[in-house]
């Protein structure tokens, strides 16, 4: 089976920083784009960043220059970088990873990271 885990949410005052990872194990073939999203109490969970396999990315408008999007092939791992934190961001915040497992692919989504930012 393939899983993936979310690391790194939290409390934070607003202007601070966080580091969202995500590790994704299990039978994997290849992992094509891997994404952060983000959903707050009634709301529709929305994409916050993707990034390609080459390092590619693309980021939601209200996170572009405070948010950087990474990910480590190797580890199969992604990160999300949060800078200037504002009390907006406050959110469930989730990864998602195409995968190939030898077989079949689809997408996976973690079980989702708590990130709450105070004024």
């Known amino acids: 089976q393939v899983q993936l885990v979310e690391s790194g949410g939290g409390l934070v005052q607003a202007g601070g920083s966080l580091r969202l990872s995500c590790a994704a194990s299990?039978?994997?073939?290849?992992?094509?784009?891997m994404g952060w999203y983000r959903q707050a109490p009634g709301k529709q969970r929305n994409l916050v960043a993707t990034?390609?396999?080459?390092?590619?990315?693309n980021y939601a408008d209200s996170v572009k220059g405070r948010f950087t999007i990474s990910r480590d092939n190797a580890k199969n791992t992604v990160y999300l970088q949060m800078n200037s934190l504002k009390p907006e961001d406050t959110a469930v915040y989730y990864c998602?990873?195409?995968?190939?497992?030898?077989?079949?692919?689809?997408?996976?989504w973690g079980q989702g990271t708590q990130v709450t930012v105070s004024s």
């Open positions: 998602n990873a195409g995968i190939h497992d030898g077989w079949s692919s689809r997408d996976y």
């Open positions: 299990g039978s994997i073939f290849s992992i094509n784009f």
């Open positions: 990034i390609t396999p080459g390092g590619s990315t």
